[in-house]
Structures are given as C-alpha cells and as structure tokens.
C-alpha cells in the first residue's frame, strides 16, 4: 500500500523521481503546537471534503457560466504537513482524480458548504473528465453512499487561527528564559500572527546579572 501511495502521490505532483517517500515526512501530529493543529488533525484517511474545482477545469472554462462557482467531493487519503493528498469522488481508473491541495485553502471546505451557500453561485459540479461517467442521479446515489464522515463546523474558521493572538503589544509577561532558567518578566514589543516579540530587560530583573537585554521571538502558546 506504501508504494502504492508513494506511486499516485507522484503522478498527482508529476515528479517520477524515486526521492518522493511519504513515510519520510514528518505529520503535522509530531509538533507540539503548530497553527491550525486542532482544526486539521482531523483530516485523516477517509474524510470527505468539498474543494473548488481548479481555474482551468473545463467545467469552469467552458461549460458553465461565470457566476457559477463548482465545487466537487473528494476524500483524503494521506496528509503530509499542511498538504493532502486528496482523490476526487467518483474517479474510476486507479491512477485518476489525485491531486494535492494545502489544507489551509480557501478552496477546502466541509461537506455540506455547497448548499448551505448555494445562493451565492456554489454548486456540486464533478470535473470535466469525470462529468459523463454518471448521470445526475447516479452521481447524488454515489454521494449518499460515499459521504460518511466529514470536518466539523468551525473548520471554516480556521483561517483566523493564523492570525488570532491572545496577546497584545505592551502587556507585560512572565517566563523562563532559555538560558538562565530565571522566571522572568518580559514586554511585548510586536505581533505578528501567533508569534510575539519580547524584549527582556536588566531593568524588570532582580538578577540582573544573570542577562542582558534581548529580543526574540516566541509562540504564543509556549509558557508565557
């Protein structure tokens, strides 16, 4: 099944080399706090989700009005780092309907998206190479049997994780510093997403020898 995996994921990103090992790469599960962890954990084999169909699908070009915006179904089937490797719903042959897509896309969404914004021009539209195979009923029966376990609801939020911080500039803070191992205070000089930018200073310490006034950058959600 490995080589299987490692053999579709490189016709779906056209790199025939044999330097591509999915094993290799380490998940998103083996980093303490990355963004977006407790959103994408979620995505594991089997999941269903809805992406857009991409700007130069036939479907999109050729065949349906502008105002349309198709969306299509498709199950994940490996996720390395924030990218997955998705199958879109419905392929026949064994080597079609792969491609990758990262995780934090505005593209990806829950099932179920596409009619709840149905009026805003979304639509559940296959892919152009894919779209004869069934009729429109054959291809709804597909769907009520495929679709079995989506994301939840505040997938959709997850963009602001990015880009939320529970901090703020010049709020004061307390931490060990990494070298001296002193609970000391800290200023927040900038933010920057989750990241945040302290400057320790001699004047906020009482051993004061023990550092010198520095900057550096954390994570919001190391021990501050």
């Given amino acids: 099944w490995h080589e299987t995996l490692k053999d579709e994921a490189r016709k779906a990103i056209a790199d025939p080399s044999d330097v591509l090992n999915l094993g290799a790469w380490a998940?998103?599960?083996?980093?303490?706090?990355p963004p977006m962890k407790g959103t994408l954990v979620q995505l594991v084999k089997g999941t269903m989700v809805e992406v857009e169909l991409p700007a130069l699908d036939k479907m999109r070009t050729d065949t349906l009005d502008r105002s349309i915006t198709p969306?299509?179904?498709a199950e994940c089937v490996h996720m390395t780092?924030?990218?997955i490797l998705a199958r879109w719903c419905g392929a026949k042959q064994a080597d079609e309907g792969y491609f990758w897509v990262h995780s934090a896309s505005a593209t990806v969404h829950k099932?179920?998206?596409t009619e709840v914004n149905k009026s805003s021009g979304y639509a559940l539209v296959p892919p152009f190479e894919m779209f004869f195979i069934e009729t429109v009923s054959g291809w709804q029966d597909l769907l009520n049997q495929r679709v079995r376990y989506t994301i939840g609801e505040h997938?959709?939020?997850?963009?602001?994780?990015?880009?939320?911080?529970?901090?703020?500039?010049?709020?004061r803070v307390e931490m060990i510093h990494y070298e001296s191992y002193v609970l000391c205070p800290a200023l927040i000089e900038k933010v920057l997403g989750?990241?945040?930018?302290?400057?320790?200073?001699?004047?906020?310490?009482?051993?004061a020898d023990l550092i010198e006034k520095e900057?550096?950058?954390?994570?919001?959600n190391d021990d501050l």
């Fill in 194 to 207: 989750r990241r945040v930018l302290l400057d320790y200073s001699r004047s906020d310490m009482e051993k």
């Fill in 111 to 113: 099932v179920g998206y």
């Fill in 155 to 171: 997938f959709e939020l997850r963009g602001t994780e990015i880009s939320r911080n529970k901090f703020q500039v010049g709020e």
């Fill in 215 to 220: 900057e550096f950058w954390r994570d919001m």
């Fill in 71 to 73: 969306i299509w179904i």
């Fill in 81 to 83: 780092g924030y990218y």
């Fill in 27 to 33: 998940p998103l599960s083996a980093f303490y706090e």
